[in-house]
DNA sequence: TCCATAACTAACCATCTGGTCCAATAGATG
DNA sequence: CATCTATTGGACCAGATGGTTAGTTATGGA
């Protein structure tokens, strides 16, 4: 953390993305053979200028893209070096400048891909035949295994609100991405009211969030919380049983002081 | 976030330590009066060295912690600045390395300060005496309320998770913070099972993670969710629903599949 | 084939940043 | 009084950091 390089810290099976690489130093602007570029396809090993790798702007821009969001997501926003990110991704920092305007504006466009990731997401996975129950069980469901299979999102948005939102504020693209998922659950919950399985008086915006929360806390807060509570809280088992915690919470929320009709204990079978 | 001097960013009720003030450059170096003092007691405007300020070691160090405090909960730690530090504490930067080793030593006091804060605040509240279902509720609201009144724990923890919970690992102090919070919790459970109120196979860690979740979530993202549901979440209107959105869904959890005696819906009336 | 343009590289720069050195002054303590 | 220790002041530093300049090479269209 001071400015004597970071030693490799412990594997973390939930942040695929991250190669926990110590940095710093110039050994990194330069683009060394064999340092972070870990198992590559094996190359015709021949003389210089044998390989056929051409000028390939919007591959370049993809491969920074992607450095630059684990470096991003790895460090945050002040954290983040823009050495790290083209030694990450094995170009010049001209090139980088050539395609992005600043480290800033290469922030913002990582930035939407992580928005756009999640909605991608989210329209994945249809709800909208589901029966009511079963829909909000999915819904739960999927949000979290996102957060879990896409670590790089809640740093990223955790970063994003230490900077009080200021960038999603000013991309147009970022707004918008939630609407369909918004009516979509209104329209479960309109269904889950009409068939009787689920109470009443729902707000749909303060539902999501709370599904959200429960995933996101545990996974972005999972280092201090496994600390404080002795719990290794990323071991699958515990990962699965949080998984049904937050299907069951939600559900026992959803339906709490219907009448005791049939589908009032869904929540613990699983 | 360029070099650029940082816009002063719209006022935040929910952040009242935070005084928004644009830093950098070297003016922050030399503690210019009228800048980043705020409104000071009207002093008797005199020659240099009237002042009957004293040798204060630990009223010293107090404000340090508290400048450190704001200005770690601000930026965040990569985003902080030792010399914004110094602004706020007005004090020389030798006396800030006088009193602390390095600007990491620096954080890692202010962070066990913060949990020093939770426990604290977990203390104040008595749960013990309680009828279970209202002790839960206390607990639920008050664990809401203490996000809204320290908000720099928020930032504090999110920090420290970006870090992969480095210092809390190392730091003894704050690992056994939280031993009492969870034998009350389990306390209030084994009540609440024995008086027929709440359900069995309650784990109260879960349970504790999910309730702060829900309100730690709401508040630490609460740019980024304002901005995508177009609704102001700090708006006194807001949490307040929040807050019984909160106890509802806790109390409904807990409650969920008993038989409908007398205390099922306690989380409606509020 | 030729050339404008865009992809790309290496060296370099201005500034920032955490931290130190070298005094010097003034309360507190015994 | 002597001696710590808190405190200030400010110059200063080495390394880090975001960004730029000057120059090179491949690509694709005319």
New interface residues.
Partial sequence: ??RTPRAV?RA?PLSPVDTGAPRRKGQLTAPVPGVLMGPQPAEPVGPVSEKPRKRDSIGTQEKILAAAQAEFAR?????ARVDAIIARAKISKNLLYHHFR???DL?VKVLERTYETMRRRHEEVPLVGLEPVAAMRRLCESTFQTFIEEPDVI?M??????????H??KSPI??Q??SRL?STIQTILEQGEARGVFRSGI?P??LY??I???G???L??????????D?DLKSPDNLA??KA?IV??T???L???L??AGP??P??TL
Avoid: C, Q, W
């Fill in positions: 953390m001071t810290p973390d460090h945050g926003y002040d954290g600043s480290k800033e922030y740093v948005m955790n970063t994003e609100n230490l900077h009080r939102g200021k999603v504020a970022i707004r991405l939630y918004s707000d915006v303060e969030i709370s959200s929360a429960l996101y806390f545990y972005s807060n999972r280092y201090t919380l496994s600390m404080i509570f719990r049983r949080r915690h069951d919470m559900l026992a929320y339906t709490a002081g009448p005791p009032l204990l929540a613990e």
